[in-house]
């Protein structure tokens, strides 16, 4: 029934086509154009290919120089203990600390024999103990990552000799005394190159706590490849060429192309890479390491969407 | 909405059967004017008209805010798709995405299957592309799967397409930037298009579409992803309602790896000009002649 209504339209349309088209003279041009080769005109450029604000790498948020070279100390949150005012009172240090070469937190009780809570002061030790351990009575570190160090450490260093002053700086009136808050391990490192001492990561951390690294696996030419080669040895927030150059982290797919060329080229050109946005106009670019875990750079596997419904199980 | 083209057909054919008007070669003169004209041969004008009435009627059967819009090719575009097979895995966010886009039936207990326009074919790497061996059901707890490649296969809008010429009704057409679409309102579900089609591009609305309201996008296009009625054909239409904004393909959006290269073909600088010029590319059945606007690659 419709097939024949439409046969008859068709008739009806050729008909009017033989007899000199349609009389919608004064309209616009139809909705269906001819089909005919237009000028070619470019609307993007190859080499217009860096992003205006790169999406942010995880080395804004915590640089790497924060352990790694120079950087600020970051300020303790922990109310103070004023070191220095007993100091200046002829309070030794072996007074509080029972054993000076394994110092640890005197008992609250300790403390309470010359600041009992009633007393001026009293309040304050009990504050400070409450901001410093936690729930089982172990000392909580204001570390963001909290960076274990093998616990023998102060017993070799005080046999090596080193000066409680070395770490722990002069006695002060912060909180704890200084390497408790954020010890910068530049700090470690320059003491034991100074001294010839081993300074692998393991022989200072206990293995696997090192973050922001116990996640990386260097699975990535590993045979010949170390972290320095990329990251910059004298400023961990960069990275370097092979010929030095430092490479910001925003522009990390200059250091891939030194190795892979031809991706870094078909990248530029829109083959290889993700882009997102307008295929005329404004596009976001992802950078290698966006995709590419730079450490371990092969895809992992994903797990797929459903398949379609098979013919025999529509209902 | 289904309404609406069966009143045109039966208006239409009730005009053509009464023969004058039609055989005089004036359509302006019938009866009404949208539902006796096809979309291709409408003007601007009326389509507007038509693309708001459209609007209205899908306000009110979803009780949403809808956009419906009629975006001519744009001169000097000539769409064409790109896909590298050596980084596709086989994920089917393509597929899911491209559902969420278009509108398509989402299927369901008396809506039949649901409608997808990406098939993703899983083929063994030692056979190489041999369609007579590929798997669109495969279900793996992960993908890529061992000794296996994937090639997802969507309408490949050919610069010769069987599927138009096949049409008794001419409701299915090549735009000039290259979209082949569908006029679902002309559309009179004989399905000839489906078994023209090379590459089963093709999808046929056996019952009405289950489409919920909240799921619907009411970014639409009157050729693209406006909801369809039961007894028509869909298709990709390169997300028409997207790319002549200017935006990118919703597949190209969602392929987490992103093995997809999208653009125009008459801009040298087009990434898809690039790919050609740069990469060996291969056509799905290049012997039919049917000169696919789809390049596959191994990037």
């Given at each position: 029934m419709r097939t024949s209504a439409h046969l008859l339209t068709l008739l009806g349309i050729l008909a009017a086509a033989l007899a000199g088209?349609?009389?919608?003279?004064?309209?616009?041009?139809?909705?269906?154009?001819?089909?005919e080769v237009p000028a070619v005109f470019p609307k993007s450029a190859p080499d217009d290919v860096l992003p205006a604000e790169p999406p942010p790498f995880r080395t804004d948020a915590f640089p790497c120089s924060r352990c790694h070279a120079g950087g600020e100390e970051t300020p303790d949150t922990a109310p103070a203990m004023p070191h220095a005012q007993h100091l200046a009172k002829g309070i030794e240090c072996g007074d509080c600390h029972e054993d000076v070469t394994n110092p640890v937190l005197p008992d609250p009780e300790f403390c309470a024999e010359c600041?009992?809570?009633?007393?001026?002061?009293g309040e304050r030790v009990l504050a400070y103990f409450a901001a410093v351990t936690g729930e089982d009575g172990e000392i909580t570190f204001p570390h963001r990552w909290q960076v274990k160090v093998k616990s023998p450490a102060h017993d070799r260093h005080a046999a090596a000799g080193v000066e409680c002053s070395a770490c722990h700086g002069e006695p002060s009136n912060g909180p704890f005394a200084r390497p408790r808050s954020a010890v910068l391990m530049q700090r470690c490192m320059t003491c034991h190159t100074e001294r010839n001492v081993k300074n692998t990561c393991e022989t200072c951390h206990e293995e696997g706590?090192?973050?922001?690294?116990?996640?990386?696996?260097?699975?990535?030419a590993e045979q010949q490849r170390g972290c320095l080669d990329c990251h910059d040895r004298a400023n961990r927030d960069v990275l370097h060429l092979a010929n030095g150059t430092p490479v910001p982290f925003t522009e990390s797919y200059r250091l891939c192309g030194q190795c892979h060329g031809p991706r870094l080229r078909d990248w530029k050109l829109g083959l290889h890479g993700k882009r997102t946005g307008s295929w005329s106009g404004a596009k976001e670019y992802l950078l290698c390491a966006h995709c590419h875990n730079p450490h371990s750079p092969r895809f992992e596997p994903m797990t797929p969407l459903p398949p379609p419904v098979r013919p025999e199980e529509i209902r | 909405m289904s309404d609406d083209g069966v009143t045109r057909r039966a208006v239409l054919g009730a005009a053509a059967a009464g023969a004058g008007l039609a055989l005089a070669g004036c359509?302006?003169?019938?009866?009404d004017e949208f539902v006796s004209t096809r979309l291709a041969e409408m003007d601007r004008d009326q389509v507007r008209r038509f693309v708001g009435e459209l609007e209205t009627r899908y306000r009110e059967q979803y009780g949403r805010d809808v956009h419906v819009a009629d975006t001519p090719a744009e001169e000097g575009v000539l769409f064409a798709y790109g896909l590298d097979l050596d980084r596709c895995n086989g994920n089917r966010k393509c597929v899911e995405a491209c559902v969420e886009e278009n509108n398509q039936s989402r299927g369901g207990t008396g809506h039949g299957a649901p409608i997808q326009w990406i098939t993703v074919l899983e083929m063994d790497k030692e056979r190489g592309v041999d369609l007579d061996h590929a798997n669109m059901y495969y279900d793996a707890e992960q993908v890529p799967r061992e000794g296996h490649f994937y090639l997802p296969v969507q309408?490949?809008?050919?610069?010769?397409?069987p599927c138009t010429k096949v049409c008794p009704v001419e409701a299915t057409w090549k735009e000039p930037d290259g979209i082949v679409v569908i006029d679902y309102d002309w559309c009179i579900g004989c399905r000839c298009c489906m078994s023209a089609c090379p590459y089963g591009a093709r999808h046929f609305n056996w019952t009405e579409p289950n489409l919920p309201a909240e799921q619907l996008n009411p970014e639409m296009h009157v050729l693209g992803n406006r909801p369809r009625m039961r007894g028509v054909v869909e298709k990709c239409t390169f997300c028409v309602q997207r790319t002549r904004r200017g935006l990118y393909p919703a597949c190209h959006e969602a392929c987490p790896t992103g093995a997809r290269v999208f653009g125009n073909?008459?801009?040298?600088?087009s990434e898809i000009r690039q790919l050609i010029e740069r990469k060996r590319v291969f056509l799905l059945k290049a012997e039919l002649n049917t000169r696919p606007s789809f390049f596959y690659f191994y990037g």
């Open positions: 088209g349609c009389g919608g003279h004064g309209h616009e041009a139809p909705y269906r154009g001819a089909l600041h009992p809570p009633e007393k001026r002061g706590t090192r973050p922001p690294h116990e996640q990386i696996v260097l699975h990535h | 359509r302006k003169q019938l009866v309408c490949q809008h050919c610069d010769n397409p073909l008459l801009d040298p600088a």
